[in-house]
């Protein structure tokens, strides 16, 4: 088949995408000064790609399949399918927000209180495309960078800026009004891919992989031995996908038990475990879980 152009974002996500990929089993390398990253994958061609240029270029054929957010998407309105959502970003698993950010000591308490206010933004798209549906007549100019900036040296009345914890925003003394979307990167193919039935599946491997590997980050394996007459009090507090696996020791009277749970409640989970007569408890990371 001719390769499969697939384009990794550039800037931000960048290096968390190719630590999704490298988990689901795709090597990409990063070449000195060039676009074209190289991948241990005869069947795919990688480009690299600004996340808000990715929607058009998938939309037009330039590009088979590509990774952006889904608030690009929206800011594009490209005609793109959105095969999957992908719940990840730079320094955590969790959708950033577009929110909307004014000084301290703004009189602006509400989307309302933008009525002839000037907002700077570099989704301007989708921001005038929310305010005109709420009725509200703003001035919205595009921001090159440096957002935040532009409100704390009072260029503007408020910015609409992308943040994870909002911990930044803070420190540079603003105050968020309201959140106005929120985003998580997107994996987006063409109609015309998808109508080929041998890209089809192989963006749909890709897909599956993708998948499997965040849902692994989100869990653990655990391993243990548990005394026979404990078993059912052990079994009724483990949580599992079906059941947990359970096989006999040698000693009869000891059990091997495993499982797999959200990574979140096994510092809860292990004391309980113990506290029944548990023993050798192991927890250990998945690299995919499908």
Request: charged share 25%.
């Amino acid at each position: 088949m001719s390769q499969l152009k697939l384009g990794i974002p550039k800037g931000s996500l960048e290096k968390a995408t190719l630590s999704l990929f490298a988990q689901a089993g795709w090597d990409i390398q990063l070449r000195s000064r060039n676009y074209f990253p190289s991948i241990n994958d005869p069947e795919i061609s990688c480009a690299l790609v600004r996340s808000q240029e990715m929607a058009p270029y998938v939309a037009n054929g330039t590009l088979d399949l590509g990774l952006t957010g889904h608030d690009w998407i929206l800011e594009t309105q490209a005609d793109v399918v959105e095969i999957s959502e992908l719940v990840y970003s730079k320094s955590s698993d969790q959708p950033c927000r577009w929110v909307l950010v004014v000084p301290q000591d703004s009189p602006i308490q509400s989307i309302e209180d933008l009525q002839g206010k000037k907002i700077s933004t570099e989704l301007v798209g989708f921001t005038k495309r929310y305010l005109a549906e709420r009725g509200i007549d703003a001035e919205v100019e595009f921001s090159w960078g440096a957002t935040e900036a532009k409100v704390v040296e009072g260029l503007v009345d408020a910015v609409v800026e992308i943040t994870e914890t909002g911990s930044t925003i803070k420190a540079h003394g603003l105050r968020i009004v309201c959140d106005l979307l929120h985003t998580e990167t997107r994996l987006i193919s063409n109609r015309a891919a998808l109508a080929d039935p041998v890209k089809k599946a192989k963006i749909e491997q890709i897909a599956l992989m993708l998948q499997s590997a965040l849902m692994a980050r989100r869990k653990v394996a655990l391993k243990l031995n548990a005394p026979q007459e404990r078993l059912e009090e052990i079994v009724a507090i483990l949580p599992s996908l079906h059941a947990p696996t359970v096989s006999h020791l040698y000693d009869q009277q000891w059990l091997a038990i495993e499982t797999v749970v959200d990574c979140g409640i096994t510092r809860s989970l292990i004391p309980q475990l113990k506290a029944m007569g548990a023993e050798g408890i192991l927890e250990y990371e998945l690299r995919k879980m499908a």
